[in-house]
């Protein structure tokens, strides 16, 4: 079974159009999080949350919105993509709130968006 | 601030041989060193961690050392084998989530 899953893999769409990305975890974990990586491969935290309550904003912009309807699952719309918004998207959980303590992440595989 | 620095960025070897990827952290409260390797087309996976009252820490062929004075960490992997081509990434934890290095793009040759 797959602990984290994130869908699509692929998602290939054009500038301006919405989209959703979707995430469940069934570890039993009450942290979840939204990771981007570039392709220079830098991976940088977008949201945090933990038990359905948003505690990282990380000045991503507000066309990314974030929603938790439970602890398992953390989705990701985007509106009005823009290009540099191409990238690969983790979705990502922890036992507790990460950096507080000893907390591993588990990662989904991703999610390439590209925005043309 | 809350910063983590990775060197090298890209490193290659000889099967067989050792490699070493540094990385340094700015938070002297930082308590926990995680260590993840990304294969092509998959997510960062944990392959080894440290806690700050432990200086070294060994898994078989793989081993994690931590200067705390120094505030840097670094990854040891001997008798590398062609299946350690991957991308690693350090971490260190900042307030409420973890700080990530820049990645070490490592290739081992045959």
């Known amino acids: 079974d797959t602990a984290v899953s994130q869908t699509p893999k692929y998602l290939v769409t054009q500038m301006g159009n919405d989209k959703s990305i979707k995430c469940e975890q069934n570890?039993?974990?009450?942290?979840m999080y939204w990771y981007k990586q570039d392709s220079k491969k830098f991976l940088k935290i977008m949201f945090s949350?933990?038990?359905?309550?948003?505690?990282i904003n990380e000045t991503v912009p507000n066309r990314f919105s974030p929603k938790s309807p439970d602890k398992a699952h953390l989705n990701l719309h985007i509106n009005s993509l823009e290009l540099g918004d191409s990238a690969v998207y983790f979705c990502?959980?922890?036992?507790?709130?990460?950096?507080?303590?000893?907390?591993?992440?588990?990662f989904g595989s991703g999610t390439q968006l590209s925005v043309l | 601030g809350e910063n983590v620095e990775q060197h090298p960025s890209t490193l290659s070897v000889q099967e067989g041989d050792s490699a070493v990827i540094k990385c340094t952290y700015s938070?002297?409260?930082?308590?926990?060193f995680p260590w993840y390797k990304q294969e092509l087309g998959k997510g960062p996976q944990l392959i080894i961690d440290?806690?700050?009252?432990?200086g070294e820490k060994k898994d078989q062929r793989i081993a994690v050392t931590l200067n705390k004075t120094a505030k840097h960490f670094s990854l040891h992997i001997t008798e590398t084998q062609p299946e350690d081509s991957a991308v690693y990434f350090c971490?260190?934890?900042?307030?409420?989530?973890?700080?990530f290095g820049t990645g070490t793009r490592l290739k081992v040759l045959a």
């Open positions: 440290i806690r700050s009252n432990v």
């Open positions: 570890l039993g974990h009450d942290t």
């Open positions: 990502a959980s922890s036992q507790g709130v990460g950096g507080t303590g000893v907390e591993k992440l588990f």
């Open positions: 971490a260190a934890p900042g307030t409420y989530k973890y700080i």
């Open positions: 938070d002297s409260a930082s308590n926990y």
């Open positions: 949350y933990n038990n359905k309550e948003l505690i």
